[in-house]
């Protein structure tokens, strides 16, 4: 599902916090790989639009996982993933992550992405 963002100070606003989200949601993976059972690798793809994906492999299965779909989650109030077709979602910006002086709530960008990676795996049916 790809985000709709509703204005200009929105757009601002995810310009602002989609890279440390990437960073952020990223760190947290590997942590989060350190401890557990799945072996990750990363994958660029370029088709029908550029992405970056976790392939992770436990035994015989393999999944993947869009790295930008996690950063949506953390950036964004209330977005669901869906796997069907591709259709545009309406987002708005969990302002939270921006602190008082327009610049990024490390902090609170960091307890966010660690909560979605974590539930990220939780959902894999093995942490």
Wanted: proline share 4%; net charge negative; glycine share 4%.
């Amino acid at each position: 599902m790809k985000p709709k963002l509703k204005d200009a100070i929105a757009w601002q606003q995810a310009e602002l916090l989609m890279q440390p989200a990437l960073i952020r949601v990223i760190d947290n993976i590997s942590k989060h790989l350190e401890r557990s059972s799945w072996q990750g690798d990363y994958r660029e793809e370029q088709f029908p639009y550029p992405t970056y994906k976790l392939v992770l492999k436990l035994g015989d299965r393999t999944l993947e996982i869009d790295l930008w779909e996690l950063c949506y989650q953390v950036c964004f109030l209330e977005y669901h993933l869906t796997h069907a077709k591709p259709q545009t979602q309406e987002v708005d910006i969990d302002t939270s992550l921006i602190a008082e002086n327009g610049e990024v709530n490390w902090q609170r960008l960091d307890e966010k992405s660690k909560t979605v990676v974590q539930t990220a795996f939780k959902n894999l049916g093995q942490e």
